[in-house]
């Protein structure tokens, strides 16, 4: 089991920015990838940004160039956002992909419970 545990959420101005950080703890022998995704009510979840055990990133279009992941060892992963819109108003959440308790178990999607993120204009 993983734990995923989000902090950094809170409530910006417009054209602010926030840092979003994320822990896992837990028994795994290894987190392949981890990323943010966010969702708003009565939308489906949707990706923002992943980046690999080996340093490869992939964003969502409309975040490109505002928002940058990182990850400081296999564990901990960030987010950082600039330029903040209303429209980037969601909640956040961590995910850890293909993440295997063992090397011969089943690769498993784990989630954090999710930070509220508010841009107002």
């Known amino acids: 089991q993983v734990q995923l545990v989000e902090s950094g959420g809170g409530s910006v101005m417009s054209g602010g920015s926030l840092r979003l950080s994320c822990a896992a703890s837990?028994?795994?022998?290894?987190?392949?990838?981890m990323g943010w995704y966010r969702q708003t009510p009565g939308k489906q979840r949707e990706l923002v940004a992943t980046?690999?055990?080996?340093?490869?990133t992939r964003y969502a279009d409309s975040m490109q160039g505002r928002f940058t992941i990182s990850r400081r060892n296999e564990e901990t992963v960030y987010l950082q956002m600039n330029n903040l819109k209303p429209e980037d108003t969601a909640v956040y959440y961590c995910?850890?992909?293909?993440?295997?308790?063992?090397?011969?178990?089943?690769?498993?999607?784990?989630w954090g419970k999710g930070t509220q993120v508010t841009v107002s204009s």
């Open positions: 995910n850890a992909e293909k993440v295997k308790q063992y090397p011969w178990t089943a690769e498993i999607d784990y």
């Open positions: 980046i690999s055990s080996t340093g490869n």
């Open positions: 837990g028994n795994y022998y290894r987190i392949n990838v």
